[in-house]
């Protein structure tokens, strides 16, 4: 009895500081990016999928405690994929007591017509979602359109890009659609999947299986997120160091002729704002910085019967 009394608090402790990290990650996104301002209305946009049950219940803390004022709409898009639970997210949003639409529109039946079997059908399917949930946020009135996106999702991204696209290129935190009108923030930016998926999994979310419409998941994303992991597991904190390096660009130490001036650069010039020259230096690499994180084992197993103390 004293045991499990022992184990009981020891996961209560872990739970409560896995939350506040979450928290606090989330906090710091949206002030270091201007995500959310006094009077905003923002619409979280719900899979069904342990990130956007995590993003709309970190956010609907924070609109509690927050020193602004903003509004929460909770949208899911039914895409009349076979087999979509439709009572699931309803029901859960009741209990949770959240304004929330849920839009109905076939575009499994769209995309279905549209693309060749065997042909990959992603594309088309997310160009009709984006446009649903922008006349979606229209229709509410939504100012802000959160989405679940994580620094892992970010990673992967990025390095998709370089390997794929020829680009150093991301996920923005938050971003203007092309016609100046919706406002798209990311505020899990700062979060790691691996807190996302202890938490969801602690909190019991009704997760909604992502694999309904039958698509062959993105095997080229799938390839970038095993690589990523295997550092990760090879490499505690790379992933960190990473992540870091994606908020610290030194534009004159990259090659981009478009985003610095090397043409400019003369004799006896200004160095200000200018990183200065190491061309003859040995490159120093500062030591890893981990976070202040829990670094216990911590299983999945162990957080399923957590329940929330806040
Ligand atoms: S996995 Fe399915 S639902 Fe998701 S974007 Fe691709 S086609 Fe659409």
Not at 3 to 18: G, I, M, S, V
Not at 110 to 128: F, W
Not at 258 to 266: A, C, E, Q, Y
Not at 280 to 288: A, G, L, R, T
């Amino acid at each position: 009895m004293t045991d499990l009394t022992q184990q009981e608090k020891k996961q209560t402790y872990h739970f409560n500081k896995l939350q506040k990290r979450l928290r606090r990650n989330v906090g710091n996104a949206i002030a270091d990016f201007g995500m959310i301002e006094d009077g905003d209305k923002v619409m979280v946009c719900l899979s069904g999928g342990k990130d956007s049950y995590t993003l709309l219940d970190i956010l609907l803390n924070l609109q509690q405690n927050a020193p602004i004022h903003f509004d929460i709409v909770a949208v899911n898009l039914d895409q009349k994929q076979p087999g979509f639970p439709e009572h699931i997210l309803p029901t859960y949003l009741q209990e949770i007591g959240v304004d929330y639409k849920i839009v109905q529109e076939n575009t499994y039946g769209i995309v279905k017509e549209k693309i060749p079997e065997g042909k990959t059908t992603c594309s088309l399917c997310s160009r009709l979602r984006r446009g649903i949930l922008y006349r979606t946020a229209t229709e509410l009135g939504a100012t802000k359109i959160a989405l679940g996106h994580h620094r892992d999702d970010m990673l992967a991204t990025l390095f998709l890009n370089m390997f794929y696209g020829g680009k150093m290129k991301s996920m923005p935190p938050k971003l203007i659609s092309d016609d100046g009108k919706q406002i798209v923030i990311r505020p899990l930016a700062y979060c790691k999947e691996k807190d996302i998926e202890k938490y969801a999994m602690a909190k019991a979310f009704p997760i909604i299986p992502c694999n309904l419409c039958g698509s062959q998941p993105n095997l080229q994303r799938q390839v970038v997120k095993e690589m990523l992991n295997t550092w990760d597991r090879q490499y505690p904190g790379r992933l960190e160091t990473m992540f870091s390096a994606m908020q610290n660009i030194t534009l004159s130490h990259m090659c981009d002729p478009s985003l610095f001036d090397f043409k400019g650069i003369r004799h006896g010039q200004s160095l200000e704002g200018i990183e200065g020259d190491m061309a003859f230096d040995e490159e120093q690499i500062p030591p890893m910085q981990f976070e202040d994180e829990d670094q216990s084992d911590f299983s999945h197993q162990e957080m399923i019967s957590v329940k929330e103390v806040s």
